[in-house]
């Protein structure tokens, strides 16, 4: 009797085994096939168990960060000065640096303390290098500038908001210098008058020469 009970649950056994192992087989059959199967609407993709459709995949929501940005605007900037006007512009109807092309080459003025005799002052957009080669060739050894970006000593601009050309004699080393040639030099387009080319003088202002 004992063994007959033995073999009764060895079958038992067995024939469970086989249940699972069909099973598994059927489940594994189904995950393989069921993609092609919902892609044919043969079956509901909801029915399948384990399989998981690229719209759940597209659908979840994504924890990834936003892109950084390459802009970054501390905070304050809009009370920061606007950049200098571009020189290439129609104000200066030439290269980058102002240069007008009259065959002398454009002076850049630094604040470097020394002195200047101004000859002349152009202000017309329309007639820079005209009244400029005019001046250069009324005064012979004399140079040109443009006020823009030189010594902040000198207006940065005229009185109509367009760029300001200067023709001038020097630098000079000494005050007495620039006060003789000034003394020397005959006006002809403005009255001629002698600014130091100094960070803490005033554009509006010139240096007294005493009289003769």
């Known amino acids: 009797m004992k063994k007959r ?11 469970i085994l086989t249940v699972l ?3 598994v087989a059927a489940l594994s ?41 390459d802009s970054v605007s501390p905070k304050g900037t809009e009370n ?6 571009d020189l290439s512009g129609a104000n200066a109807q030439s290269n980058s640096n102002g240069d007008l092309a009259v065959g002398t080459p454009i002076t850049f003025l630094p604040c470097d303390e020394r002195y200047i005799v101004i000859v002349r ?5 329309s ?7 005019e001046a250069l060739e009324k005064y012979p050894g004399s140079q040109y500038a443009v006020t823009k970006g030189s010594c902040n000593s000198l207006a940065q601009q005229s009185s109509n908001d367009t760029l300001l050309y200067i023709v001038f004699y020097g630098p000079y080393e000494l005050e007495s210098e620039a006060c ?9 387009f403005t009255k001629v008058y002698v600014k130091q080319l100094s960070p803490s003088g005033k554009p509006g202002g010139s240096v007294n020469c005493p009289s003769l």
């Not at 199967?37 to 979840?60: F, K, N, T, Y």
């Not at 920061?80 to 006007?85: F, H, S, T, V």
């Not at 002052?121 to 957009?125: A, D, G, Q, R, V």
């Not at 007639?127 to 080669?133: G, I, L, Q, S």
Request: aromatic content about 2%.
């Open 5 to 15: 009970t033995e073999n009764g649950e060895g079958k038992d056994r067995n024939h």
């Open 21 to 23: 192992g069909l099973g």
């Open 29 to 69: 059959l189904i995950v393989a096939v069921g993609p092609a199967m919902v892609d044919m609407g043969i079956v509901d993709r909801h029915r399948i168990p384990g399989l998981i459709h690229e719209s759940q995949i597209s659908d979840a929501p994504s924890n990834s960060l936003p892109p950084v940005s």
């Open 80 to 85: 920061q000065l606007k950049a200098p006007r």
């Open 121 to 125: 002052n152009s202000k017309n957009e």
């Open 127 to 133: 007639a820079y290098a005209d009244e400029v080669t």
């Open 180 to 188: 003789d040639k000034s003394k020397s030099t005959v006006p002809d």
